[in-house]
């Protein structure tokens, strides 16, 4: 079974610039997530995706990030315009149902100067 | 707002040993637990999931127990080898199905 797929692995850009993040989740996986990670610290979950359809946002920073799963299958994850503090690891999982094990894609690396 | 505490942050240890790992919330209206494994510049890999009417689930090395009236869950590895060297996370899953908080982690090197 294919596991999830995060593109780009590793991205650099300046501040104030925009950037995309791209998952492809396990098929069939009706819940997928998106979280940030900074370094040192666990994941912090910024939205939940059931099907195409928002379950959580909660803690997603609405002013420059936003997140599309158009047909419920693949997401994309954008920040616009980067701040230096966005500079983390961001993490794609998805899961059969809600409370399910979640998957973890390998990650993106975003490094904002 | 539910917080996940993990005690210690980091862990070195000899081959051979057992250890425990500690994971702490304040919040019990959980509905499952899970403990996860990462590795660095990876992503997270699933190591034992605890629903919440569940006392402990094993998986080889393994142990992971869960007190939900307590807030507290052990993460039990036996006879630990040099690839078990990772950072170990936890995470809990709110009883309505959404809102997931991990721990910070704890840092194991386990020494040849």
């Known amino acids: 079974e294919a596991g999830v797929a995060q593109s780009p692995r590793y991205k650099i850009i300046e501040k104030r610039q925009s950037v995309a993040f791209w998952c492809n989740p396990i098929?069939?996986?009706?819940?997928l997530y998106w979280y940030q990670q900074i370094l040192g610290q666990g994941p912090k979950l910024l939205i939940q995706?059931?099907?195409?359809?928002?379950?959580?946002d909660s803690q997603l920073p609405k002013d420059r990030f936003s997140a599309e799963r158009l047909k419920g299958v693949d997401s994309t994850l954008k920040i616009q315009p980067a701040k230096l503090e966005d500079s983390a690891v961001y993490l794609c999982?998805?899961?059969?149902?809600?409370?399910?094990?979640?998957?973890f894609g390998p990650g993106t690396r975003l490094l904002v100067l | 707002k539910q917080e996940v505490t993990q005690i210690p942050a980091a862990l070195s240890v000899p081959e051979g040993e057992n250890l425990v790992l500690n994971c702490s919330f304040t919040?019990?209206?959980?509905?499952?637990l899970q403990w996860f494994r990462q590795d660095p510049g990876k992503g997270l890999t699933s190591l034992l999931l605890?629903?919440?009417?569940?006392r402990e689930q094993t998986s080889g090395r393994l142990n992971a127990s869960l007190d939900k009236s307590s807030g507290r869950s052990t993460l039990y590895i036996a006879a630990s080898q040099p690839g078990d060297s990772a950072t170990y996370l936890c995470?809990?899953?709110?009883?309505?199905?959404?809102?997931?908080?991990f721990g910070t982690g704890t840092s194991l090197t386990v020494i040849p």
């Open positions: 098929s069939g996986h009706a819940t």
């Open positions: 999982a998805s899961s059969s149902t809600l409370v399910e094990t979640q998957y």
């Open positions: 919040d019990s209206a959980i509905y499952n």
């Open positions: 995470a809990v899953t709110h009883n309505t199905g959404n809102q997931f908080y």
């Open positions: 605890i629903q919440s009417s569940q």
């Open positions: 995706f059931q099907n195409n359809g928002v379950v959580d």
